[in-house]
């Protein structure tokens, strides 16, 4: 009630209904929900990328040959084990206090960052839609791989998409909340799981890393090894010969025992290096075998091996390779 006062002295009382003021945002408030925001988009993205690399895995497509990456699917895990968490707790917190202060619900910040959030899944969703109709109307080859790639960006757009349009309408019950919380926590579980169905544990991730640095580590010594026979037009007699202080070469030994690398010379331009590995290879990764004489100059991109004590006859061809003359 508000009261005033005539010329006359009359008094005059007008009764006035409270105008709500619009609730000012806190730099909490702001924070917490652009870090809530952040969270969410970097736990989809690793979601939609460790799926990926784990469909691209299960069903290689024509030219997915050497694009799956262990260390790609490594840092997806790392990142949801990480990040999702954080996002789960940041919206538990904003949902807690907007249950207590409901005008927490009107803020700014908040508004802009869930329509934002809309604008992005929908754009994702249209996007999805475009790419696999157009790989239709071309004609392509949809493999399952494309199809499973296809339907994980729908199922994940479609789901944060759901979420917040309810956000916005004020119409997302708790239990919708808590359901989707749930079915989001069992689904990246699932896929974390997947992924290190994938690459393996983290020791056997360890003892990849040593196969794959004992087969870096024969490239090395096998392309010193002809640049020697080029200048010498002979094979060394043992691996410290080729060892270079000029150019800083030096032999490297096995990364885990630090035992030498086998060699042996078993004609005039053929030699043999051997090493122990302690895990086959991926034989479906590997991309081409190695003959027991195979030229040097084949372009091999891996090498294939089996457990223990494996062995590579290596042949230099001079016409590839001459004789380099003072």
């Given amino acids: 009630m508000v009261k005033f006062w005539s010329d006359n002295g009359v008094v005059y009382y007008i009764h006035m ?13 702001f924070f917490f929900h652009l870090g809530a925001i952040i969270a969410l988009y970097v736990s989809v993205w690793s979601i939609l990328a460790l799926l990926f690399e784990v469909i691209t895995y299960a069903f290689p497509g024509p030219f997915d040959e050497f694009s799956f990456s262990a260390a790609n699917i490594s840092w997806q895990v790392a990142s949801l084990i990480v990040i999702f968490p954080i996002y789960i707790v940041l919206s538990w917190m904003l949902l807690r206090a907007e249950t207590t202060t409901p005008e927490k619900r009107d803020l700014s910040v908040r508004k802009w960052l869930l329509y934002f959030t ?4 929908g754009g994702a969703i249209l996007a999805d839609l475009v790419v696999l ?3 239709f109307l071309q004609g392509e080859e949809m493999t399952m791989g494309f199809v499973l790639k296809i339907c994980a960006v729908l199922i994940v757009a479609s789901a944060v998409f759901a979420y917040y349009i309810g956000e916005a309408k004020y119409d997302a019950s708790m239990k919708f909340k808590q359901y989707f919380a749930a079915g989001a926590a069992v689904f990246v579980i699932a896929s974390i799981i997947g992924g290190f169905m994938v690459v393996g544990s ?7 890393r040593f196969d794959s640095t004992r087969v870096e580590h024969l490239q090395m010594i096998q392309s010193q090894i002809v640049a020697y026979w080029q200048h010498k037009q002979a094979l060394p007699q043992a691996l410290s010969e080729t060892g270079d202080p000029i150019s800083g070469f030096v032999v490297p030994v096995d990364p885990e025992t630090t035992e030498p ?4 010379i078993t004609g005039k331009e053929l030699f043999v290096l051997c090493a122990t590995f302690s895990l086959p290879s991926d034989e479906r990764r590997t991309a081409v075998s190695i003959s027991p004489k195979r030229e040097f ?3 091999v ?5 089996g457990a223990g004590e494996q062995c590579f006859d290596v042949a230099i061809d001079p016409k590839l390779y001459p004789p380099i003359k003072e």
């Fill in 133 to 135: 109709l157009n790989a």
């Fill in 17 to 29: 209904e409270s105008v709500a003021q619009k609730p000012k945002t806190a730099p909490k408030d």
């Fill in 297 to 299: 100059g084949a372009a």
């Fill in 202 to 208: 983290p020791s056997t991730q360890r003892v990849k």
């Fill in 261 to 264: 690398y086998g060699y042996r």
């Fill in 118 to 121: 809309l604008f992005i899944a």
């Fill in 301 to 305: 991109e891996y090498w294939r091996h």
